[in-house]
C-alpha cells in the first residue's frame, strides 16, 4: 500500500511543474511545500498519508475553510447592515446596562457638545446637539464596535470653526450654518466613497507621531481660545479691522499678550471659577478611581458645572455685569437645509481641503478607537465597513447642519465601563439629547459662555497631557523620523494653519511609506566560521545574537573534503562578536521578499554596490578587497510572487552578469505555480546555469532551480573542477604540440 501511494505521489499528485526542458525524477509538491518535513504530500486520491492511516479511527475530513461556498442574501445582509448581526441575539437583560450607559454618556456629552458648537466650532449650539443625536443612531445601524459612541470630537470642531471663521469674517452675510452643511457633506461623502473602493488600509499609512502632533497642535490651539473668552477679550476680536487676520495659534498668543490688559473682571471670574473647579473634579475622580472607588467614574462633573453656572447666572443676573450668556437657541426657526443645493453649494470648492483633513482625522481617530476597543472584546474590525459607516452618518447630518461627528475613544472607553453591551447605548444617548433639544433649551439661556470655554480648556489641556511622555519616549529609543513627523506637524499647525499642518504631516508620512516600500532588503550571506550557519554580513558588528539566520545541513564537512575550501577568502572579523567567511569569487545573495516595480530597482543598484563593494552599507567609493566575482547564488527562498516589472528587471541583471562570465543559480525558489510560470515565460531558466549531478548528490526537483544552498555550491564546485581539467587539458596539449 505504502508504495502505490508513493507511486501516485510521484505521477500525478502535481499536475505540472516549471522544467528546464526536462521531466524530473521526483514531481516537486504544489505550491509552497517545499520539502518541509511537516508537510506531507496527498495522495492521488487527495487524502494525507496521516490521514489515511488513521482513518479507521476518529479522523474526518472537513471541506477547507477557503473553499468555494455560495452565500444566500440573509447570510451577507449582517455585514452590508451590521446591526443585523446582533439585533437577533439581543437579550432583554442588556437593555438596562445600555440604558444606564446611554443616560451617563449624555449626562457629560451633552454640554460638551454645545460646548465645540458655540466655543470652538462658531455655530449655534444646536448644530452640536443635533451632531450628537443623529450620529449615534445612525452608527447603531452601520457601525461595527458595539461600545463606540460618535459625536462631535474636539479637533474636528476646531477645524471647522477655523474655515468657518475666515469665511464668516471676509464675506458679509453668510450663514455659518449653511458653511458647515458643506463641510459635513464633503467629509461624509469623501468618508463614503473611500468605504465603497475598499481604502480602509489609509489607517495604516499615518503614524501615530503625526496624530499626536496635531492634537497636541489642536489641544494649545483650544487652550488660546478659552484663555481669550475667560480673559473677556473675544468681543475685541471681533472688533479687529478685516485686513486684520487672527487665525492661527501665533497669531492668537499675539494677541492676548497685546489685548490681555482689556480683560473683563466679572467674566474672568466665573470663567477662571469654573475651570479650577473642574480641574479640581477630575482631579478627585482620578484619585478615587485608583483607590477602587469605581462609582467615581460616574460623576459627571462637566453637567454639575454646566446646571450650578447657570443657576447662578440667573440668580445673580451675570449678563446685568457684563458676562456673556448662552441666549435663546432658536429651535423653532431650524430649517431642513440642501447643501447640495442654493447658495450652499458655492463653497465646496473652497472648503473641500477642510472636508478632506476633517475626514482623514475623524477616521484616524475613529479607526484607533475602534481597534483598541476591539482588542479588549477580542473582536475583528473592519475598516472599510467603518467608512461606509461614518460616510453615511456625515451624508446624514449634512441635512440637519450638524457638526462632523466621529468615534472617539475616550468616551466609547467609559461607555464599555459603564456596562453597555450592543450599539443601543449609543441610540439612547441620541435619543435623550434630542429630547433635551426639543424641551430643555429654555433652561440654558443664562448660561455663561465663559463656563463653556472653562470646559474647552480643561479638554484641550487633557489632549496635551500625554505629549511629553510620548515625546520622551521617542528620543530615548531615537525615533527621529517620528520626532521629525512630530515638529513638523505641530509647527505648521501653531504658525500657519491645523489644514497645513496636516497635510505637511501625512505627506512626509506617505514619503518615509514611499521610500520604506521602495527600499530592497536583499542580504550578503556569509558563513560563521566553523559553523554550517550562514548569517547576513551585514549584520551590526555589537550584536551578540543572531536571530536571521539559515543552516545549511552538512556545509561545513562538504566544505572541508573539497579543494575549493581553500580558496576561500579568509577568515574576516565583524567586529569582536562574529568571524565569518566568504568564498572566493562566490556571492551568496538572500532575497528576503516579494519582487515588485517598486523595489527592484533598488535591488539592482544595491546588488552592484555589493558586487563593488563587498557590502550594501559601504561607501561607494570604498572598493571590494576579495578578487573578482565568478558565481552569484540567489537564495529565492523569500521571494513568494514577483510581478512583471520586476522580473524584467531580474532578468536585465542576469544577462548582465552573462556578458561578463558570471554564473548565476537560483536555490530555494518558492514552488508556486504563478511564480514559476513567471519565470519561465520571462526567459530566465534559460539564463541560469544548470548543472546535472545527482551522482555528485545535487538535488534539483525543479530544475534548474537548486533545492538548498548547499546544492548551488557544489554545483559550483564541479564547475570548478571542470573548468580546471580543462585548463590542464589545453596546457598538455598545447606542450605535446610543441614537441
Same mark, same amino acid.
Given at each position: 500500500?505504502?508504495?502505490?501511494?508513493?507511486?501516485?505521489?510521484?505521477?500525478?499528485?502535481?499536475?505540472?511543474?516549471?522544467?528546464?526542458?526536462?521531466?524530473?525524477?521526483?514531481?516537486?509538491?504544489?505550491?509552497?511545500?517545499?520539502?518541509?518535513?511537516?508537510?506531507?504530500?496527498?495522495?492521488?486520491?487527495?487524502?494525507?498519508?496521516?490521514?489515511?492511516?488513521?482513518?479507521?479511527?476518529?479522523?474526518?475530513?472537513?471541506?477547507?475553510?477557503?473553499?468555494?461556498?455560495?452565500?444566500?442574501?440573509?447570510?451577507?445582509?449582517?455585514?452590508?447592515?451590521?446591526?443585523?448581526?446582533?439585533?437577533?441575539?439581543?437579550?432583554? *437583560?442588556?437593555?438596562?446596562?445600555?440604558?444606564?450607559?446611554?443616560?451617563?454618556?449624555?449626562?457629560?456629552?451633552?454640554?460638551?457638545?454645545?460646548?465645540?458648537?458655540?466655543?470652538?466650532?462658531?455655530?449655534?449650539?444646536?448644530?452640536?446637539?443635533?451632531?450628537?443625536?443623529?450620529?449615534?443612531?445612525?452608527?447603531?445601524?452601520?457601525?461595527?464596535?458595539?461600545?463606540?459612541?460618535?459625536?462631535?470630537?474636539?479637533?474636528?470642531?476646531?477645524?471647522?470653526?477655523?474655515?468657518?471663521?475666515?469665511?464668516?469674517?471676509?464675506?458679509?452675510?453668510? /450663514?455659518?450654518?449653511?458653511?458647515?452643511?458643506?463641510?459635513?457633506?464633503?467629509?461624509?461623502?469623501?468618508?463614503?466613497?473611500?468605504?465603497?473602493?475598499?481604502?480602509?488600509?489609509?489607517?495604516?499609512?499615518?503614524?501615530?507621531?503625526?496624530?499626536? #502632533?496635531?492634537?497636541?497642535?489642536?489641544?494649545?490651539?483650544?487652550?488660546? /481660545?478659552?484663555?481669550?473668552?475667560?480673559?473677556?477679550?473675544?468681543?475685541?476680536?471681533?472688533?479687529?479691522?478685516?485686513?486684520?487676520?487672527?487665525?492661527?495659534?501665533?497669531?492668537?498668543?499675539?494677541?492676548?499678550?497685546?489685548?490681555?490688559?482689556?480683560?473683563?473682571?466679572?467674566?474672568?471670574?466665573?470663567?477662571?471659577?469654573?475651570?479650577?473647579?473642574?480641574?479640581?473634579?477630575?482631579?478627585?475622580?482620578?484619585?478615587?478611581?485608583?483607590?477602587?472607588?469605581?462609582?467615581?467614574?460616574?460623576?459627571? *462633573?462637566?453637567?454639575?458645572?454646566?446646571?450650578?453656572?447657570?443657576?447662578?447666572?440667573?440668580?445673580?443676573?451675570?449678563?446685568?455685569?457684563?458676562?456673556?450668556?448662552?441666549?435663546?437657541?432658536?429651535?423653532?426657526?431650524?430649517?431642513?437645509?440642501?447643501?447640495? &443645493?442654493?447658495?450652499?453649494?458655492?463653497?465646496?470648492?473652497?472648503?473641500?481641503?477642510?472636508?478632506?483633513?476633517?475626514?482623514?482625522?475623524?477616521?484616524?481617530?475613529?479607526?484607533?478607537?475602534?481597534?483598541?476597543?476591539?482588542?479588549?472584546?477580542?473582536?475583528?474590525?473592519?475598516?472599510?465597513?467603518?467608512?461606509?459607516?461614518?460616510?453615511?452618518?456625515?451624508?446624514?447630518?449634512?441635512?440637519?447642519?450638524?457638526?462632523?461627528?466621529?468615534?472617539?475613544?475616550?468616551?466609547?472607553?467609559?461607555?464599555?465601563?459603564? #456596562?453597555?453591551?450592543?450599539?443601543?447605548?449609543?441610540?439612547?444617548?441620541?435619543?435623550?439629547?434630542?429630547?433635551?433639544?426639543?424641551?430643555?433649551?429654555?433652561?440654558?439661556?443664562?448660561?455663561?459662555?465663559?463656563?463653556? /470655554?472653562?470646559?474647552?480648556?480643561?479638554?484641550?489641556?487633557?489632549?496635551?497631557?500625554?505629549?511629553?511622555?510620548?515625546?520622551?519616549?521617542?528620543?530615548?529609543?531615537?525615533?527621529?523620523?517620528?520626532?521629525?513627523?512630530?515638529?513638523?506637524?505641530?509647527?505648521?499647525?501653531?504658525?500657519?494653519?491645523?489644514?497645513?499642518?496636516?497635510?505637511?504631516?501625512?505627506?512626509?508620512?506617505?514619503?518615509?511609506?514611499?521610500?520604506?516600500?521602495?527600499?530592497?532588503?536583499?542580504?550578503?550571506?556569509?558563513?560563521?566560521?566553523?559553523?554550517?550557519?550562514?548569517?547576513?554580513?551585514?549584520?551590526?558588528?555589537?550584536?551578540?545574537?543572531?536571530?536571521?539566520?539559515?543552516?545549511?545541513?552538512?556545509?561545513?564537512?562538504?566544505?572541508?573534503?573539497? &579543494?575549493?575550501?581553500?580558496?576561500?577568502?579568509?577568515?574576516?572579523?565583524?567586529?569582536?562578536?562574529?568571524?565569518?567567511?566568504?568564498?572566493?569569487?562566490?556571492?551568496?545573495?538572500?532575497?528576503?521578499?516579494?519582487?515588485?516595480?517598486?523595489?527592484?530597482?533598488?535591488?539592482?543598484?544595491?546588488?552592484?554596490?555589493?558586487?563593488?563593494?563587498?557590502?550594501?552599507?559601504?561607501?561607494?567609493?570604498?572598493?571590494?578587497?576579495?578578487?573578482?566575482?565568478?558565481?552569484?547564488?540567489?537564495?529565492?527562498?523569500?521571494?513568494?510572487?514577483?510581478?512583471?516589472?520586476?522580473?524584467?528587471?531580474?532578468?536585465?541583471?542576469?544577462?548582465?552578469?552573462?556578458?561578463?562570465?558570471? /554564473?548565476?543559480?537560483?536555490?530555494?525558489?518558492?514552488?508556486?505555480?504563478?511564480?514559476?510560470?513567471?519565470?519561465?515565460?520571462? #526567459?530566465?531558466?534559460?539564463?541560469?546555469?544548470?548543472?546535472?549531478?545527482?551522482?555528485?548528490?545535487?538535488?534539483?526537483?525543479?530544475?534548474?532551480?537548486?533545492?538548498?544552498?548547499?546544492? &548551488?555550491?557544489?554545483?559550483?564546485?564541479?564547475?570548478? &573542477?571542470?573548468?580546471?581539467?580543462?585548463?590542464?587539458?589545453?596546457?598538455?596539449?598545447?606542450?605535446?604540440?610543441?614537441?
Amino acid at each position: 500500500m505504502a508504495s502505490s501511494r508513493e507511486k501516485d505521489l510521484r505521477d500525478g499528485s502535481v499536475k505540472r511543474a516549471v522544467l528546464h526542458g526536462k521531466t524530473p525524477a521526483v514531481q516537486p509538491p504544489s505550491f509552497g511545500a517545499i520539502n518541509d518535513p511537516d508537510i506531507e504530500p496527498l495522495s492521488s486520491s487527495g487524502v494525507s498519508r496521516s490521514s489515511e492511516t488513521s482513518s479507521l479511527g476518529s479522523t474526518r475530513q472537513v471541506a477547507h475553510s477557503r473553499s468555494t461556498q455560495s452565500l444566500t442574501i440573509a447570510q451577507k445582509l449582517p455585514y452590508y447592515l451590521p446591526c443585523f448581526s446582533w439585533i437577533p441575539s439581543y437579550q432583554k *437583560e442588556y437593555f438596562l446596562h445600555d440604558v444606564v450607559a446611554g443616560l451617563s454618556l449624555a449626562s457629560y456629552q451633552i454640554p460638551l457638545s454645545m460646548s465645540f458648537a458655540s466655543a470652538v466650532a462658531h455655530v449655534p449650539p444646536i448644530c452640536g446637539l443635533l451632531g450628537l443625536s443623529i450620529a449615534p443612531m445612525v452608527y447603531t445601524l452601520l457601525g461595527t464596535v458595539p461600545q463606540m459612541i460618535v459625536g462631535p470630537e474636539a479637533a474636528v470642531s476646531m477645524i471647522v470653526g477655523q474655515a468657518i471663521e475666515k469665511i464668516v469674517k471676509h464675506n458679509d452675510g453668510v /450663514n455659518p450654518v449653511d458653511v458647515l452643511a458643506v463641510i459635513t457633506s464633503s467629509a461624509g461623502a469623501v468618508l463614503l466613497t473611500f468605504g465603497l473602493l475598499r481604502f480602509g488600509f489609509i489607517d495604516n499609512v499615518l503614524c501615530g507621531t503625526l496624530l499626536k #502632533g496635531f492634537i497636541t497642535a489642536i489641544g494649545l490651539t483650544m487652550i488660546l /481660545n478659552s484663555t481669550i473668552a475667560i480673559l473677556g477679550i473675544d468681543t475685541v476680536l471681533l472688533t479687529l479691522p478685516p485686513d486684520e487676520h487672527v487665525h492661527s495659534a501665533y497669531e492668537k498668543t499675539l494677541f492676548i499678550i497685546h489685548h490681555g490688559y482689556q480683560y473683563h473682571t466679572h467674566t474672568l471670574v466665573v470663567g477662571l471659577g469654573a475651570f479650577v473647579v473642574l480641574l479640581a473634579a477630575s482631579s478627585v475622580k482620578k484619585a478615587l478611581a485608583r483607590r477602587k472607588f469605581k462609582l467615581s467614574t460616574f460623576f459627571p *462633573e462637566i453637567l454639575v458645572v454646566v446646571v450650578l453656572s447657570t443657576i447662578l447666572s440667573a440668580h445673580f443676573r451675570f449678563d446685568k455685569h457684563g458676562v456673556r450668556v448662552l441666549g435663546k437657541v432658536d429651535v423653532e426657526d431650524f430649517k431642513f437645509t440642501l447643501p447640495f &443645493a442654493g447658495d450652499a453649494k458655492q463653497w465646496y470648492p473652497k472648503v473641500f481641503s477642510t472636508s478632506f483633513v476633517c475626514a482623514i482625522l475623524g477616521f484616524f481617530e475613529s479607526s484607533s478607537a475602534g481597534k483598541s476597543l476591539g482588542s479588549s472584546l477580542e473582536m475583528p474590525v473592519s475598516s472599510n465597513r467603518e467608512l461606509v459607516a461614518l460616510g453615511s452618518a456625515g451624508v446624514v447630518m449634512s441635512f440637519f447642519g450638524c457638526l462632523p461627528s466621529f468615534g472617539g475613544y475616550a468616551r466609547s472607553r467609559l461607555n464599555s465601563i459603564n #456596562g453597555a453591551k450592543t450599539p443601543v447605548s449609543g441610540f439612547i444617548m441620541g435619543l435623550t439629547t434630542l429630547l433635551v433639544t426639543a424641551y430643555m433649551l429654555p433652561y440654558v439661556y443664562h448660561l455663561p459662555i465663559c463656563v463653556l /470655554n472653562a470646559v474647552i480648556g480643561t479638554v484641550g489641556l487633557s489632549l496635551v497631557q500625554e505629549t511629553p511622555k510620548d515625546i520622551l519616549f521617542h528620543i530615548r529609543t531615537r525615533g527621529y523620523n517620528e520626532l521629525v513627523t512630530f515638529v513638523v506637524t505641530l509647527a505648521a499647525s501653531l504658525f500657519v494653519s491645523i489644514d497645513v499642518g496636516v497635510a505637511l504631516g501625512c505627506s512626509y508620512s506617505v514619503i518615509r511609506v514611499i521610500k520604506h516600500s521602495t527600499k530592497s532588503r536583499i542580504q550578503f550571506l556569509s558563513q560563521v566560521a566553523g559553523t554550517a550557519t550562514l548569517v547576513n554580513a551585514d549584520l551590526d558588528a555589537e550584536v551578540t545574537g543572531i536571530t536571521e539566520q539559515i543552516v545549511v545541513p552538512g556545509y561545513s564537512d562538504y566544505r572541508s573534503q573539497t &579543494a575549493a575550501a581553500e580558496q576561500t577568502s579568509g577568515v574576516r572579523s565583524a567586529g569582536s562578536k562574529l568571524n565569518l567567511e566568504d568564498r572566493e569569487g562566490c556571492l551568496i545573495v538572500k532575497i528576503p521578499e516579494p519582487l515588485t516595480f517598486t523595489n527592484a530597482s533598488d535591488m539592482k543598484a544595491r546588488l552592484r554596490r555589493l558586487e563593488l563593494c563587498g557590502s550594501v552599507k559601504s561607501h561607494p567609493a570604498a572598493l571590494r578587497s576579495s578578487g573578482p566575482i565568478k558565481h552569484v547564488v540567489f537564495d529565492m527562498n523569500g521571494m513568494t510572487s514577483v510581478d512583471s516589472s520586476a522580473v524584467q528587471m531580474l532578468r536585465d541583471t542576469i544577462e548582465q552578469y552573462q556578458r561578463r562570465g558570471i /554564473n548565476v543559480f537560483f536555490c530555494r525558489v518558492v514552488k508556486s505555480a504563478k511564480l514559476l510560470d513567471r519565470l519561465q515565460l520571462s #526567459g530566465i531558466n534559460s539564463l541560469l546555469q544548470d548543472c546535472q549531478g545527482a551522482e555528485f548528490g545535487i538535488n534539483q526537483v525543479c530544475a534548474p532551480y537548486y533545492d538548498s544552498i548547499l546544492d &548551488a555550491l557544489k554545483a559550483i564546485d564541479c564547475i570548478e &573542477a571542470t573548468r580546471s581539467m580543462t585548463e590542464n587539458q589545453s596546457v598538455m596539449s598545447f606542450f605535446y604540440d610543441g614537441l
